[in-house]
């Protein structure tokens, strides 16, 4: 009989450690081994009762969610999905919790119908047996530190000229962290502009770009209907929303924010991004997949190629949190570079040609 994933429950709310281990357990294959109220306690047993995997509040009192899971990472690979409430200080905090190393988010069930549905019990226990069994990199001392980072938030010397290429990156697991080893190491002035889906809930995809935004030399912001699609930007896809490229009447590039039906089971997608992108027949492309569970991007990249002989980057499996979206990827045979992540930035930046 196979062994069940072990799960510690660390909320300060006895009721939704009720609601969440009452879910994780009418699965058959999860055993919540144990709960902890505060920060305090989730570190006492941890080593008592050595999880598979640990879902963490950010907001608790005393020690908080985020100085907790420094110091799991001190004691423990296992790895931790931050659990999280739909509020302006709940979204900052999961952002740099999984900026920091956590693996993945879950939104915490609210209203009645939320608790008792379907659709939030499948998500919370296919994001625990997905994670079983992730490891975080060198134990988590690979953490991302702000110091180490370019300079950036300033903005300058974006340029206001002529847009010559698209970056399309597309990702998912792992994502918010990835993201902060690329989008900092890209100039601000280059002539191109970065669109980017992550799949994250509404909220807290604002918050990832306002993060992004203090570290980078690219003005990053949460894309907006009708806007203009500029070089030194990066725009990254709402929750809840697709996010396409489309052409004016007058030939511009603009963003177009739809909430038609969930591509992959995502909504927005990275396949719907790409293919608005191909669609366009914009001349010179990038396309990146990075960290992230599933196929989402390989065909959206297939047809960038298709439409413009686009240049295809993937992310290696050894830098990768969970290697779905990238192995997805390499299986079309249009990736024409496979990079660690830390390279990633770099290989943009030569296509592009222009300086650091």
């Known amino acids: ?17 009720k609601v969440l281990k009452d879910i994780m357990e009418s699965a058959g294959d999860i055993r919540v081994l144990g709960t902890a109220g505060d920060g305090a306690a989730a570190l006492e047993k941890v080593r008592e009762l050595n999880p598979d995997v640990i879902t963490l509040d950010v907001e608790m009192p005393g020690m908080d969610g985020m100085t907790c899971l420094r110091e799991l990472q001190k004691i423990t690979d296992a790895p931790v999905i931050i659990v999280s409430g739909l509020n302006r200080d709940g979204e900052r905090a999961t952002i740099e919790a999984l900026a920091a190393g956590a693996v993945d988010l879950i939104t915490k069930p609210t209203a009645l119908f939320d608790i008792e549905g379907e659709e939030k019990r499948n998500e919370i226990i296919e994001k ?27 903005h300058e010397g974006r340029k206001s000229g002529l847009l010559k290429t698209l970056i399309a990156i597309g990702t998912s697991t792992g ?13 601000g002035n280059i002539p191109a502009a970065v669109l980017i889906v992550q ?25 907006e209907e009708g806007e203009a699609v500029k070089p030194g930007y990066s725009y990254v896809a709402p929750g809840d929303y697709h996010m396409k490229v489309v052409k004016s009447p007058e030939g511009a590039l603009k963003i177009k924010l739809t909430r038609e039906a969930l591509v992959n089971g995502h909504r927005p997608a990275v396949d719907v991004m790409m293919d ?7 001349p010179d492309v990038v396309g990146v997949i990075m960290t992230g569970m599933g196929a989402d991007g390989s065909k959206g990249i297939v ?4 439409a413009n002989k686009g240049y295809i ?4 499996e050894k830098s990768c949190v969970v290697y779905g ?3 997805a990827a390499a299986k079309t045979g249009v990736v024409d570079e496979v990079v660690p992540l830390k390279k990633i930035a770099e290989v943009i930046v030569k296509y592009l040609g222009v300086d650091h």
């Open 1 to 17: 009989m196979a062994k069940k994933i072990g799960v510690l429950i660390v909320d300060d709310s006895a009721f939704m450690r």
């Open 128 to 154: 625990i047996r997905m994670t079983k069994g992730i490891r975080r990199k060198a134990g988590g001392k690979d953490a991302v530190k702000d110091e180490t980072l370019p300079a950036g938030g300033g």
């Open 175 to 187: 994502g918010p962290r990835a993201l902060q080893e690329v989008l900092p190491y890209i100039p």
């Open 199 to 223: 799949h994250m809930p509404p909220g807290f995809t604002k918050s990832l770009a306002d993060r992004l935004n203090t570290l980078s030399g690219l003005y990053v912001k949460e894309a």
């Open 276 to 282: 608005s992108i191909a669609e366009t027949g914009f």
């Open 303 to 306: 047809n960038i190629k298709k």
């Open 313 to 316: 980057i993937s992310q290696d």
């Open 325 to 327: 979206m990238p192995k």
